[in-house]
């Protein structure tokens, strides 16, 4: 079986990672979810006790940490120091707080070897925000997977709840946006459509509907 890369990038809320799983699943390939690895590192931060805004401390604590990378589509089981984190790098405290420590130059350059090297391993699904652009330029297919702000909104406050409490679907949106603002005007490596990759729009897909639309492409590509 040839090896691939599918490069998915794209804001919050589109269903991303799901598809992403399921398109690398229904191929036999092997998943890297990137944002779980900023979400690591801004939970490392926050447990530390370290301001997320304080690039040189945060660059300080990288050496220490120790976590491992899944790639299987089906178990994602992200561990921190041995310690089960899946649940905790999905918290509402660390979505506020992975923005600064993603644009952080020192961590994104700390991530990039090892994104790099799992993206390149074989027939793999990457997920993210830069990867069409920097850690697979020559991928296969590039999606740049969109919807919606205020579905992307919506799907995210089902995400958070029951954990969210009150918070509403427009606090929700607000925090959305600003993230949206910040990833795609931060110096290394923002957020956008690599120049060469063809855009989904999920906004009224269901996510089978857009997985079936990442296969068709691959398919067109050879990737199967």
């Known amino acids: 079986m040839s090896s691939f890369v599918i490069a998915i990038d794209g804001p919050s809320g589109t269903g991303k990672s799901t598809v992403s799983r399921r398109v690398a699943a229904a191929l036999g390939a092997g ?19 370290v301001d997320p805004a304080d690039d040189e401390a945060v660059a300080a604590l990288l050496p220490t940490l120790t976590f491992a990378s899944p790639t ?7 561990e921190l120091d041995g310690v ?8 509402h405290e660390v979505t506020a707080a992975v923005s600064p420590v993603s644009a952080n130059p020192a961590v994104r350059l700390w ?21 069409g652009t920097v850690i697979a330029p ?6 740049y997977l969109t919807a919606d702000e205020g579905v992307r909104a919506a799907r995210r406050h089902r995400d958070y709840a029951p954990g969210a409490g009150a918070l509403q679907v427009d ?10 603002r910040f990833d795609s005007t931060r110096a290394h490596a923002p957020l956008r459509a690599a120049e060469d990759s063809v855009e989904v729009d999920s906004t009224h897909f269901e996510i089978e509907d857009t997985v079936a639309a990442i296969l068709r492409l691959a398919g067109e590509r050879g990737i199967s």
């Open 171 to 180: 606090a929700v949106q607000t925090a959305l946006a600003a993230r949206d």
């Open 72 to 78: 299987d589509p089906v178990a994602q089981n992200h």
């Open 138 to 143: 020559g991928a296969d297919l590039k999606i």
């Open 31 to 49: 998943y890297l979810d990137t944002g779980a690895m900023y979400r690591i590192v801004t939970l490392a931060v926050l447990n530390a006790g």
């Open 84 to 91: 089960d984190v899946g649940q905790a790098i999905r918290s």
């Open 111 to 131: 991530l990039k070897e090892r994104q790099q090297e799992l993206a390149h391993s074989g027939r793999m699904v990457v997920e993210g925000r830069d990867i």
